[in-house]
């Protein structure tokens, strides 16, 4: 083995007897090893040939490993082997034909690994065998025919592999048989008509193939234990035969993505369904009965998941509808001919999570009752001909997180209420006819992160000045309006904005310098208004921006010619005529005529003569100022750090620490101590930073850190709330910062806790997957802010995790700017930068190599620092630690695993908690499942982390795309339902989920969830 994380093989020496070693198990007799099980220990390395010596083994067990190379043919020859379990590996090659000499094979499972090639018809030579499991390879060929002669089989696991060529007859011959999984593999031609023999058959899955022909009229009948039936993601044709109401015992039935037509068949014996999805075929025919089969299955009462969207069901809503099961979470009729109005009885399911019933024809007003559906987090009644108010009871979906009312026929006002839906992150109600003015509370509500859209109605009134809360917010559109007033600075504080449309207004004015904090902005459509004035120069170093829309307005002046101004075809400024200047595709007059030639010479001296002038007046106050600066540095600093409220007095921090007690230290640094305190006059619990003053650069930093945090604001960044600049009791210069308190300490202390907890506390627990991955987004989000969107950029040059501080939440942070760095080119650079610390340039271990060369200060030594915490967060190692040295670093440790042996560099807590997850009795899906999109995240992580600890500063990944990568992972992780709570990636049931979040059928049928019903 080249890993052992867990040390699980220090016990495999001379010392004790090689009975007693780890996950040795001899027999009684002849003292010859009879099982060897290593499962989820984290092993890297290849599987040893002497293996084949084992003759008396009866159990190999080496499954949720990093185990690679080939499966050695040595295997063949355990003649006594019954069981063999290698899947959750990174094995590759050809299964080996030899392994038929294990005869007395009953459990043979090599899901989860990279094995190619065709499966050996030598598997065939199995007679006691009752389940195997290859499923998650890369298997070619076709289902050898050799299958038949395995008359013990049970449970046949081929799913997610590249097999083609047909079902093969002889299974029908399997009178055992219980299961078939083989979805998600290119198999092709039609079900088998043998199959219908097998009668204990109760888990069937062809899902995602090529199957074609139509499903036997009597398979109800044939097949009656039947329990999950997913064939799904094919192109099977006909109607849905009757007889499948006599499967009393299903729980699953998948059709959806097919082409099955007619009528849907009365479902009412199915009393134990759960999931029943047709949607995406072309059922139904426009008519009023197409929906009846719905009162059919009132008789479900554990229906869970209904899905019938993309079909072609016509008529109403039966009132029946009120009597489906109250388990309902989702209900999809999306894109078919329903008519009429929304039952007033849709608001008796108070469980769903789901209601889709866009894309309709759908009338009259929305139920007040809809609002009894507490738990709704997705509602889409898009595209209907719904009319009538939207009703205020909107605003009881306080789990609401996607609202889409968008094309239909609202009117009225928007009703404030839905400000109460504060998980809102997305809200369309476009193309309507709303008026009156835009509630200030909805639109500053601070949930909304992806798409607020109010285009295509008669509002009115100004944009609110809440509106700078969508600080998250990406897509905000509010054009074709009755809007009026100028553009509030305020938008300005939107900076995750890549869409802006407000075309089609009565915005006039000018064209705010807030804007320039937009910098990520990709589409700005500002046409059809009454804007003037130039066109400021910072459009055109929006690098991202893609498309451009000025046209229609009453702008003056020159045309820039840089950036989006270069490309004619993303801009557009037509029907503004005093435009000039730009690039010749846009035909506009040159700014100064030729006629004006002799004017020019004349205002050239005119000029020349006031520019002297000028420069007289500002040499003379220059100098002044040069002489008050000198006299200010020796003046007391308080005066350069008016950056807080009132300051606070000496003796009320003195009350609130209790005197600077040692009880309530909670850590010292290099240039102060920080205390907790409760503020006597508010209660507000509080953390002092008492600055060192006698420590060289210590008031340095009091100065930058109260400078840098003055003027910035952002959830991810520890606020300051005051600041104590005086005397001490003994008449000694005082000064202090005091923030808010973060009850959860700092990162440092929860990935280090033997090294850093204090007086004996004890963390309550370990960093979980998920909580890391929401602080590594929080840290990057940010570094993001400082470094590109707020009014002068900052570097903090200090990242470590005891800087990053954690809340109740468990949301981080980013403090400590003692270190921080304006840029070149602000306004605070002629008062800080000549006093921040120079020299001092961050943290062993963390301050990228050209700092130690010399060179300034940059956001790409920020984003060192950032790849080098993101390491540390994933490893669990400092990158100080006692291992590294001479030429191995935390980067060339890690960039050395990847990709294969990322679990051997993973905090083992990770690790660990993965396992007791994951462990050997936990249904197959979850070791699958889970096992992947573990190991496939940390991978991404890791590498982003590699990029960004990169020597070369122009190789390393910006800020702004290490936050989208870390959003996209954890987006992928809520999609499976993982949530901060699980820990490690937990998956629930699969097909709730895939239901819940409208997957397509191939990610929903993955065998792993047949073999967990199996079980």
């Not at 009338?363 to 939207?390: C, K, Q, R």
């Amino acid at each position: 083995m080249t890993a052992d994380p867990f040390g699980v093989l220090d016990s495999w020496n001379h010392s004790i007897d090689f009975c007693q070693w780890y996950g040795v198990t001899c027999g009684r007799r002849h003292r010859r090893v009879t099982v060897l099980d290593l499962s989820s220990r984290g092993l890297s390395g290849p599987i040893s040939p002497h293996i084949g010596n084992l003759s008396f083994l009866r159990e190999l067990r080496l499954q949720n490993n990093s185990l690679h190379h080939e499966i050695p043919q040595q295997v063949g020859q355990l003649r006594r082997l019954r069981i063999l379990e290698l899947n959750n590996n990174s094995l590759v090659g050809e299964i080996p034909r030899n392994i038929s000499g294990c005869s007395d094979l009953v459990l043979l499972r090599l899901a989860i690994n990279k094995l190619s090639g065709k499966i050996p018809g030598e598997l065939g030579s199995f007679p006691k065998l009752r389940r195997f499991n290859l499923y998650g390879n890369s298997l070619t060929g076709s289902v050898p025919s050799s299958i038949g002669n395995l008359t013990s089989l049970e449970m046949p696991f081929l799913g997610w592999n590249n097999l083609g060529g047909s079902i093969p007859q002889v299974l029908g011959h399997l009178t055992n048989l219980e299961l078939i999984a083989f979805g998600a593999n290119r198999l092709s031609g039609t079900i088998p008509s043998s199959l219908l023999n097998l009668s204990s058959l109760t888990q069937f899955d062809v899902g995602s193939n090529w199957i074609q022909g139509t499903l036997p009229a009597g398979i109800g009948l044939k097949l009656p234990d039947l329990e999950f039936f997913s064939i799904g993601g094919n192109q099977i044709e006909g109607p849905i035969p009757p007889s499948i109401s006599n499967c009393t015992k299903l729980d699953l039935l998948q059709l959806s993505e097919n082409r099955f037509s007619g009528k849907v068949p009365s479902l009412e014996n199915l009393y134990e369904l759960r999931w029943f999805q047709i949607f995406s075929n072309q059922l139904g025919s426009g008519k009023p009965e197409d929906l009846s089969f719905l009162c059919s299955l009132t008789n479900s009462t554990k229906l869970k998941n209904l899905g019938i969207q993309e079909n072609k069901f016509g008529g109403v809503l039966p009132k029946c509808i009120g009597n489906l099961s109250t388990a309902l979470t989702a209900f999809g009729l999306s894109e078919n001919h329903i008519l009429g109005e929304i039952p007033e009885v849709i608001g008796n399911f108070v469980n769903l999570e789901i209601l889709w019933m866009d894309l309709n024809q759908l009338s009259g007003a929305i139920p007040y009752n809809l609002g009894n559906l507490h738990n709704l987090a997705d509602l889409e009644l898009s595209d209907n001909n719904l009319g009538g108010t939207i009703p205020s009871s909107m605003g009881n979906l306080t789990k609401l997180i996607e609202l889409y009312l968008g094309g239909n026929n609202f009117h009225g006002q928007i009703p404030s209420q839905l400000s109460n839906c504060r998980s809102l992150d997305l809200l369309d109600l476009s193309n309507n006819n709303l008026s009156g003015a835009i509630p200030p509370q909805l639109i500053g509500l601070p949930s909304l992160a992806i798409i607020l859209n109010l285009s295509h109605n008669d509002l009115a009134g100004v944009l609110p000045a809440e509106v700078s809360n969508l600080k998250a917010l990406t897509a905000l559109d509010i054009s074709d309006n009755l809007l009026v007033g100028e553009i509030p600075r305020s938008l300005g504080d939107c900076t995750g904005l890549t869409s802006l449309r407000m075309g089609g207004n009565f915005f006039h004015g000018s064209i705010p310098q807030s804007l320039k904090s937009l910098g990520g902005i990709e589409e700005l459509d500002i046409s059809r208004n009454n804007l003037s004035g130039q066109i400021p120069e910072f459009l055109s170093t929006f690098h991202s921006l893609k498309l451009l829309n000025l046209s229609f307005n009453k702008f003056e002046g020159m045309l820039p010619r840089e950036g989006v101004f270069k490309n004619a075809t993303g801009i557009s400024i037509i029907g503004n005529n005093k435009l000039c200047g730009g690039l010749p595709e846009f035909h506009l007059p040159n700014c100064i005529s030729k006629s004006s030639k002799s004017r020019k010479i004349s205002m050239v001296i005119l000029s020349t003569s006031i520019v002297f002038g000028v420069l007289g007046i500002a040499l003379f106050l220059a100098f002044i100022y040069l002489r008050w600066l000198k006299k200010k540095v020796n003046e007391p600093i308080s005066s350069l750090t008016d950056c807080s409220p009132p300051n606070i007095s000496y003796g009320e921090l003195l009350k609130a620490t209790d005197g600077f007690s040692s009880t309530n230290l909670i850590r010292v640094g290099s240039f102060g101590s920080v205390y907790k305190g409760i503020l006597k006059d508010n209660g507000i619990a509080v953390a002092v930073k008492v600055l060192h003053l006698v420590r060289h650069g210590a008031l340095k930093s009091f100065i930058v850190e109260c400078e840098a945090l003055k003027n910035i604001k952002h959830r991810n960044l520890l606020k300051i709330l005051t600041v104590c600049s005086g005397i001490d009791y003994q008449g000694n210069d005082f000064k202090a910062l005091v923030y808010e308190l973060m009850i959860n300490g700092s990162l440092d202390q929860w990935l280090h806790p033997s090294a850093t907890s204090s007086h004996g506390s004890e963390l309550p627990k370990k960093l979980n997957f998920i909580q890391r991955i929401n602080i590594a987004i929080g840290v990057a989000s940010a570094l993001d802010y400082l470094h590109h969107r707020c009014h002068f950029p900052i570097l903090h040059c200090d990242l470590k995790p005891s800087n990053i501080l954690l809340d109740a939440e468990m949301v981080a942070h980013l403090g400590d700017f003692g270190l921080a760095k304006f840029l070149l080119g602000s306004s605070l650079d002629t008062v800080v930068n000549r006093i921040s610390s120079v020299g001092l340039k961050g943290t062993i271990g963390y301050a990228p190599p050209e700092y130690a060369m010399g060179c300034e200060v940059s956001r790409e030594g920020d984003v060192y620092g950032y790849g080098i915490l993101l390491l540390e967060m994933f490893t669990g190692l400092s990158p100080t630690d006692n291992r590294f040295g001479d030429n191995l670093t935390l980067h060339s440790f890690v960039a050395a695993a990847l990709p294969e042996r990322v679990l051997e560099v993973t905090d083992r807590i990770l690790l660990l908690e993965r396992e007791s997850h994951f462990h050997s009795d936990s249904p197959q899906h979850w070791l699958c499942q889970s096992n992947v999109i573990f190991q496939e995240c940390l991978v991404i992580i890791h590498n982003i982390g590699i990029s960004c600890s990169n020597e070369v500063p122009g190789n390393r990944m910006s800020i702004s795309d290490v936050a989208n990568q870390l959003q996209k992972i954890r987006e992928k992780l809520f999609a499976l339902g993982l949530h901060e709570q699980d820990g490690l990636p937990q998956c629930r049931d699969l097909l709730v989920i895939s239901v819940t979040i409208g997957l397509k059928f191939e990610d929903m049928t993955k065998p792993e969830v047949q073999e967990s019903l199996a079980e």
